[in-house]
């Protein structure tokens, strides 16, 4: 059984990092596409960032060189590094899985079929 749990969040001031962890159980990191997105407060949920199952990465324009996503196949467990963090920033995180072995990952989340909980991040101006 496939299960997505998320871990990090925080309140932080702007300027400032953060990272979010997501692990997961019943496969392997580098089997499925991965996806971290965000929802805030009245809005959609929306792409933050994807990485594929061969490591490559992409980026909403609202991040880009802002955050990284990363993972440790040893550790099973998937990053989301974020810097210079602003308050537009705070939502609620979300990593997310297509487990549909693609080699190119989409950005839109209805590819997506296993969630985790989510993480809160709160960023104060």
């Known amino acids: 059984q496939v299960q997505l749990v998320e871990s990090g969040g925080g309140s932080v001031q702007a300027g400032g990092s953060l990272r979010l962890s997501c692990a997961p159980s019943?496969?392997?990191?580098?089997?499925?596409?991965m996806g971290w997105f965000r929802q805030a407060p009245g809005k959609e949920r929306e792409v933050v960032g994807t990485?594929?199952?061969?490591?490559?990465?992409r980026f909403a324009d609202s991040v880009k060189g802002r955050f990284t996503i990363s993972r440790d196949n040893a550790k099973n467990t998937l990053y989301l590094q974020m810097n210079s963090l602003k308050p537009e920033d705070t939502a609620m995180y979300y990593c997310?899985?297509?487990?549909?072995?693609?080699?190119?990952?989409?950005?839109?989340?209805?590819?997506?079929?296993?969630w985790g909980q989510g993480t809160q991040v709160t960023v104060s101006s």
């Open positions: 990485i594929n199952r061969s490591g490559g990465t």
């Open positions: 997310a899985a297509d487990s549909r072995r693609l080699a190119i990952c989409g950005l839109s989340r209805e590819l997506y079929n296993y």
């Open positions: 019943g496969y392997r990191l580098p089997d499925y596409c």
